[in-house]
């Protein structure tokens, strides 16, 4: 027979331990769109103790709801092969031109994050970073439920040789460092839509954009101000695997 | 070169394609918290036509936060077999009890549906139910942001041979056909927590409670008045089982 | 007897298809007030393809109140023609001095347009603007209910080859291209009320305030600061006539 | 030249003169729905003095976002003939299915009904009604404004020979006068969706549900526990068809 | 016996004669504290066209709640006399401290402006200023439950010799002014507390701010920065008492 | 020269000095439309400990906005000699119906209960009654902040000979006392408007409701079902003067 | 050195190490008032396991704000030893009427009960009942911030020997427990104020109300009917002693 | 017997008592974290007369919380002897690290400062400062529960030599004076967490910001922008017996 404190003990104590382990991080990973979880799961698959933090209870970010609501999304030849590593069905509508459930891709790229070793903190929200010595070197953490129901309760802290901030739009880390530190760091914001642009510029903005702080898909180009590009997610794919790159190039080994 | 016309007719035409397709369904299932993705992908599996409605962007229900805010769940020795036939980790925690973290739980669930044929709306709420001779018949749909918003749109309808209420606690398809309908369905409500006993009536519980209408999950522990059980997922996941195969039943071929 | 089925494939079919034709427009109007919905019945009426978008659900913006929810407005001499034009009756309350009902001016207006030949999809917002070599050349966007809702979904793109501010006040097309390009575009406010001078204004001031985006009405006094007028719109009719000429000469056949 | 203070007078003047006039009344049409708005032109053709109120600033209730936003409508053969009087171009979709811009129909609408000589206060909530002697005979309105702001502010009361609850699904002058007075009149609420069933119902329960007091459209569906129909509104138009004639009826010439 | 029909127009008739009246003011009040209402009965019993214009429906502003709610205020000695013309009693605390009853203060100070002749237009608000040739030359009004519940409807303007800004803290009619006419005006805000200081400062700050434009009590206070003083009220008493002397130089007779 | 200390001193304790007196009242008006102001003289002048209550800041209920905001009511000849004593000016419309300006009927009324010796406690909101033996012995008061913060924070209580519920529509006082004490005492609601008949109820029906608690105005006619009446205020006028001279029977000297 | 991650450690460890303490409780005492702490104090002086589950984050409830708003309390002779016993300085205002300090005494009560060996947590709510054979044994908890939130996320559970429902006014767990398990308690409400009896009432009507369940102070007022007493405290103190007593008695060793 | 009466009066007298001895201090804390509370009880055992004012119910700011939601806080060795010369019990948890509950720290801190004869205002919020002749030298205040209504109350002030801002993040006080006065300091705002550095930081940057006025704790960290620690709470309370002694030393004897 099952009984209600075996269940509170198995949840609390595995979650605990996770969380004790995670207190020291090769790269933590805020947000939880395409670019954070292909960057977590390449950092996985190459052996560094990666964690994603998502403030919202749900992954994915703005991919559920596809274009106006109609759940798919397009790829092109390019980016093809990462949906397919993952297991992403892909419909070719026009020469070079794929479509895919946008639904189905949440879900593959998440999962695949998670087999690859990485974790996920899904409702956990970044509140600051932690800084040494003109280096980011962790994060500042708070439930996302704390956050939303407008509550003053104090953070906790962790330690990470990288951050990378995948938080969209947003770019929220950038942004936070930069109010509170003094940085002259701005975050330029995304032009308006130049699909073909954008797709580009996402990839060639991703990297370093201060000493232990990374930046991928929509929060590099908003930091740099390259152009946005709608439903189409071959760049931000790509912008994952190059910011994966460029930190293993960081950490070494 | 991507051109945003295209982007933007490739999405629109496979979605449409895909929305003109399920105007007729063999099987309509509300909400897409285990029981529905499970029966889902189930009903898939034997080839009828089946679609999940969720209202929400995201799917997964209450699974994400698992309990507490501690993304894991729990799930007994006999239900198992099932996460593992969705490619979902399990742990022993002490002998016959398994942890599963919540988020690859969700993602696996979504996953294998849509792989095994299903479909999937997100986005898109059950507003009514189609009756026709006193039988349930199809399904009234609007967007979920349509009601998010506050608005005053019409809906549109589609038709299907069965209706799977697995909208969890609030039981909403049951109680929407009972209060329009002058029909003599109550909606009991859960009792309070024992696990145990919540475990098994959740199986127990689920089937047909009105032509047409079959409730799984919680939703069918509501209807009835079974006990809620918390963070563990076995009866939801073989609730999903069996709703399949009555369905199944039901139908015929 | 009618199916429900039908029904929908109805509505679904011929939206989609329509949608699927202003991929590729000639002139975006955004905006749904009077000088809007002049320009498109004469843009119409030349022949262009034209559409008016609105993320109201309603059409006629500010139209409806009248002055102070008297539900009547006012318009001189040299405008009256254009409201007969769409069959709107009007009184002399002194010379020179006539009175509509301001609901019966939002009928026609939009029932011209429409009968003209113009599309209006209302519901659908704009979002931002298609730049290419510094050049507006589409619009980005939503469903109104997505903004309304608060929801984070990507939205779809088309292309225009002219793009008309018909905003009103906000001016949100030329608000939106300046904040997000580096553009040297102050939008400058509206002055206060002096009628008789912002009568003329908004007619002198509407034109193309950058390549390929137009202004017109309140959007082209509050581009340029010209003093506010209050419920006369004799000089929004005009504004409407005259941002239509400007369009078909850049435009050429 | 244009002096502010002739633009304010015209407009107070105009309306209060039209205000003064409605307060005697043969018919008070609540809500501007398709039922309301035929009805309204219908007997303001007989040579009624009819007026139609609308608490929102814009006339059309749910007929503007169509079938979840995609602004269509759908029509059978047997109602056609009420659009095309309207001056609605139709489309035929299937044999006997045609299809509207719901746009073009809520505009062609209110300008007809206005064009018939029907007054039109937007903007102006039913608070109440007037009974006298066992009989409604009149409405208790108030801006919509002030409801909406929350504020308690008096009303003020009009005389009318019949009144016409076109209010939709809310069926709100039955419900008030039901709620306030003892009658015992129950609105049953609408049952779940057959079209087909539902459409004949609409113009069915079309008629006189108290001395004094007609229902229409969704409203008289709601009282009796008709079927909703969605999207489709031949039912909508010939109930206000009906309800124009059983009102002349009931008045006498 | 009394009949709904001449409630109705006994209310609409006297309102809107009244209203054609104020269409041309000799002095506009903005604002319904102290010193608005003082100086609005000093210039009426001088005979001129006066009306106050407030936006909430009741007057007062902030003096109904004393100080922290114990509706009680202070004046000085030399500001008794105001307050007794009003035929407001106060009570000696101290040495030429005097204590009156907050509500009292208030009904008093609306009674005498109103049997003085002024016109007092409540829940009606200044929605912007109307300039003519450097000069303001009116106000533009709109209901203040528009403003409240959050709609968009055009204002009506009315024409006056004279505007007082009597706003208070906010100073709403000098800062419409400076925003909207790139006029170098700035609100300087109120410095910190120091009662003493402040009550002689608000009288000798009052006057005429922009041609046309006077600003009494504390708009005055804030328009030059001088020092707030809490509940003592001698400083607006008189502050009105010199802005009507103002006023009434600058007009003649 | 002034001192903030002297001011607050001032204030606190000549409000304290008063809250300590009203701890034991003759009569506790909840409150402050007209009946209760009317009452509240009546009761003071021959000589009883009144207290009038209100949770709002500013007195006066609904009478501040007139009729739809139009700032009048109206009185018959019977009632007109209430007004007249307060000072209330009037005109007359027609042979018998006279108008009046809302704003100085409210300054009146409270100004005259004030000028009587009732104490006004505006910001002050009735909670609860206190029940002594089958008897209403005073009231349960808190801070209108205090519920308008929605915080928690007890009450204070006092006590008094009779209790006059002049709430208006809501009849709160009689609510509160039927809902937590299984006093069989239903609040029927207003039925729907008929002035005439509704403004000879309103005084027919003020009397004693339980022992302790007498009811005048709206509140008299909720309880027990009489019909609205609008903007006319004669009956609420008089039910004022009737409620007094009952509350004075029933007292005694 | 401090290092973020030892601090992280610290928080996180020993938190959970007393969670994992309390899935095993003998008493659970829902609500941190004046009974429930009290009563958590004199049991954990027994040597009983037990725990005080707040859902605010601060403790103390309707204790700090005193009467309205004014930070006293009153307590009488006989309860002030219980006072004096957690060390809360009194003072005699009349005889055997003594005045405290609100703060004073939520923070000498928590701390007492603290001190005691109780286990307090804050921030934590009761969702429901664990129910096992008619019986109470536990309760269902989550987060405040989730509820607060509004957030979908599963609860966890504990066991418990016996549950102290001491939520005030609420009387949440008794509502809880009849609401989901067809048990024939109602709650049936506080009758209006006589603080006289209602201090009797509170402490006899504390007690057992269903197997395994206790209410004390205003919950057992709730429960039963009593009256309540507005900022006397009396009672609450000694309906804690007394709930112990029982609890203890009913628990045996 | 106890007489609502007599409670009434009890709690009204002693809080006014107390209020008018307020109204000159010697030390006004704004803000009831720990280093307000520290330094208030430091103080007040000097001799000084000191007030802590607090906006919210309940006093301890974000103290109760913890870390996370999970209620303990950390505390180095140096810090430990002010936390038990409170009573609060501490646990070593690593060399040099204190773990003690959150809830206990709260309520031992403000115990422990009413003990040394502090005056504790909680629900009064410090809404601006007296100002004289470059001194910061009393605070304006009001009720909590008038700001959380958005009440338009005026406020009362008070003097005080000395004011300390303890409000935390915030620094409100020194923002307030920044802002209203034209004063040169700006409030930088804390830099990212370095929970070593800042905890050293807070205390040396406790000091006098401006004549009058002093900052301690997150105040004096925001001021200066030191960086933030999170819930380490030693430099906190040092601050607090930091602030104390300069403020004794400025104040003399």
Not at 51 to 79: C, D, H, P, T, Y
């Amino acid at each position: 027979m099952f009984d209600e404190r075996v269940i509170t003990r198995a949840i609390v104590e595995t979650y605990l331990e996770e969380f004790r382990t995670i207190v020291d991080l090769d790269v933590a990973v805020v947000g939880s769109g395409p670019s954070g979880l292909v960057a977590a799961r390449e950092l996985a698959k190459r052996g560094y103790r990666v964690a994603v933090f998502e403030k919202r209870l749900s992954v994915g970010g703005g991919l559920w709801g596809g274009g106006m609501l109609m759940n798919r999304i397009v790829v092109q030849e390019s980016a093809r092969p990462v949906l397919e590593e993952f297991g992403v069905r892909t419909r070719e509508y026009a020469p070079g031109v794929y479509v895919a459930h946008s639904v189905e891709t949440v879900a593959a790229l998440v999962y695949g994050a998670l087999q690859a070793g990485a974790y996920v903190f899904n409702g956990v929200a970044m509140e600051d970073v932690v800084v040494r010595d003109g280096r980011v070197a962790g994060l500042v953490l708070n439930w996302g439920a704390v956050h939303a129901a407008g509550l003053h309760v104090d953070p906790l802290a962790i330690h990470s040789r990288a951050v990378l901030d995948a938080t969209g739009h947003e770019a929220e880390v950038v942004r936070k460092l930069a109010a509170k530190n003094g940085v002259s760091l701005t975050v330029s914001g995304e032009r308006s839509m130049w699909a073909d642009r954008g797709e580009e510029e996402t990839v060639a903005l991703t990297g370093e954009v201060y000493p232990g702080l990374f930046a991928s898909g929509m929060a590099a180009t908003n930091v740099y101000g390259g152009h946005r590009m709608g439903p189409i997610f071959g760049g931000m794919l790509l912008s994952g695997v190059r910011a994966a790159e460029l930190i293993a190039e960081a950490l070494g080994s």
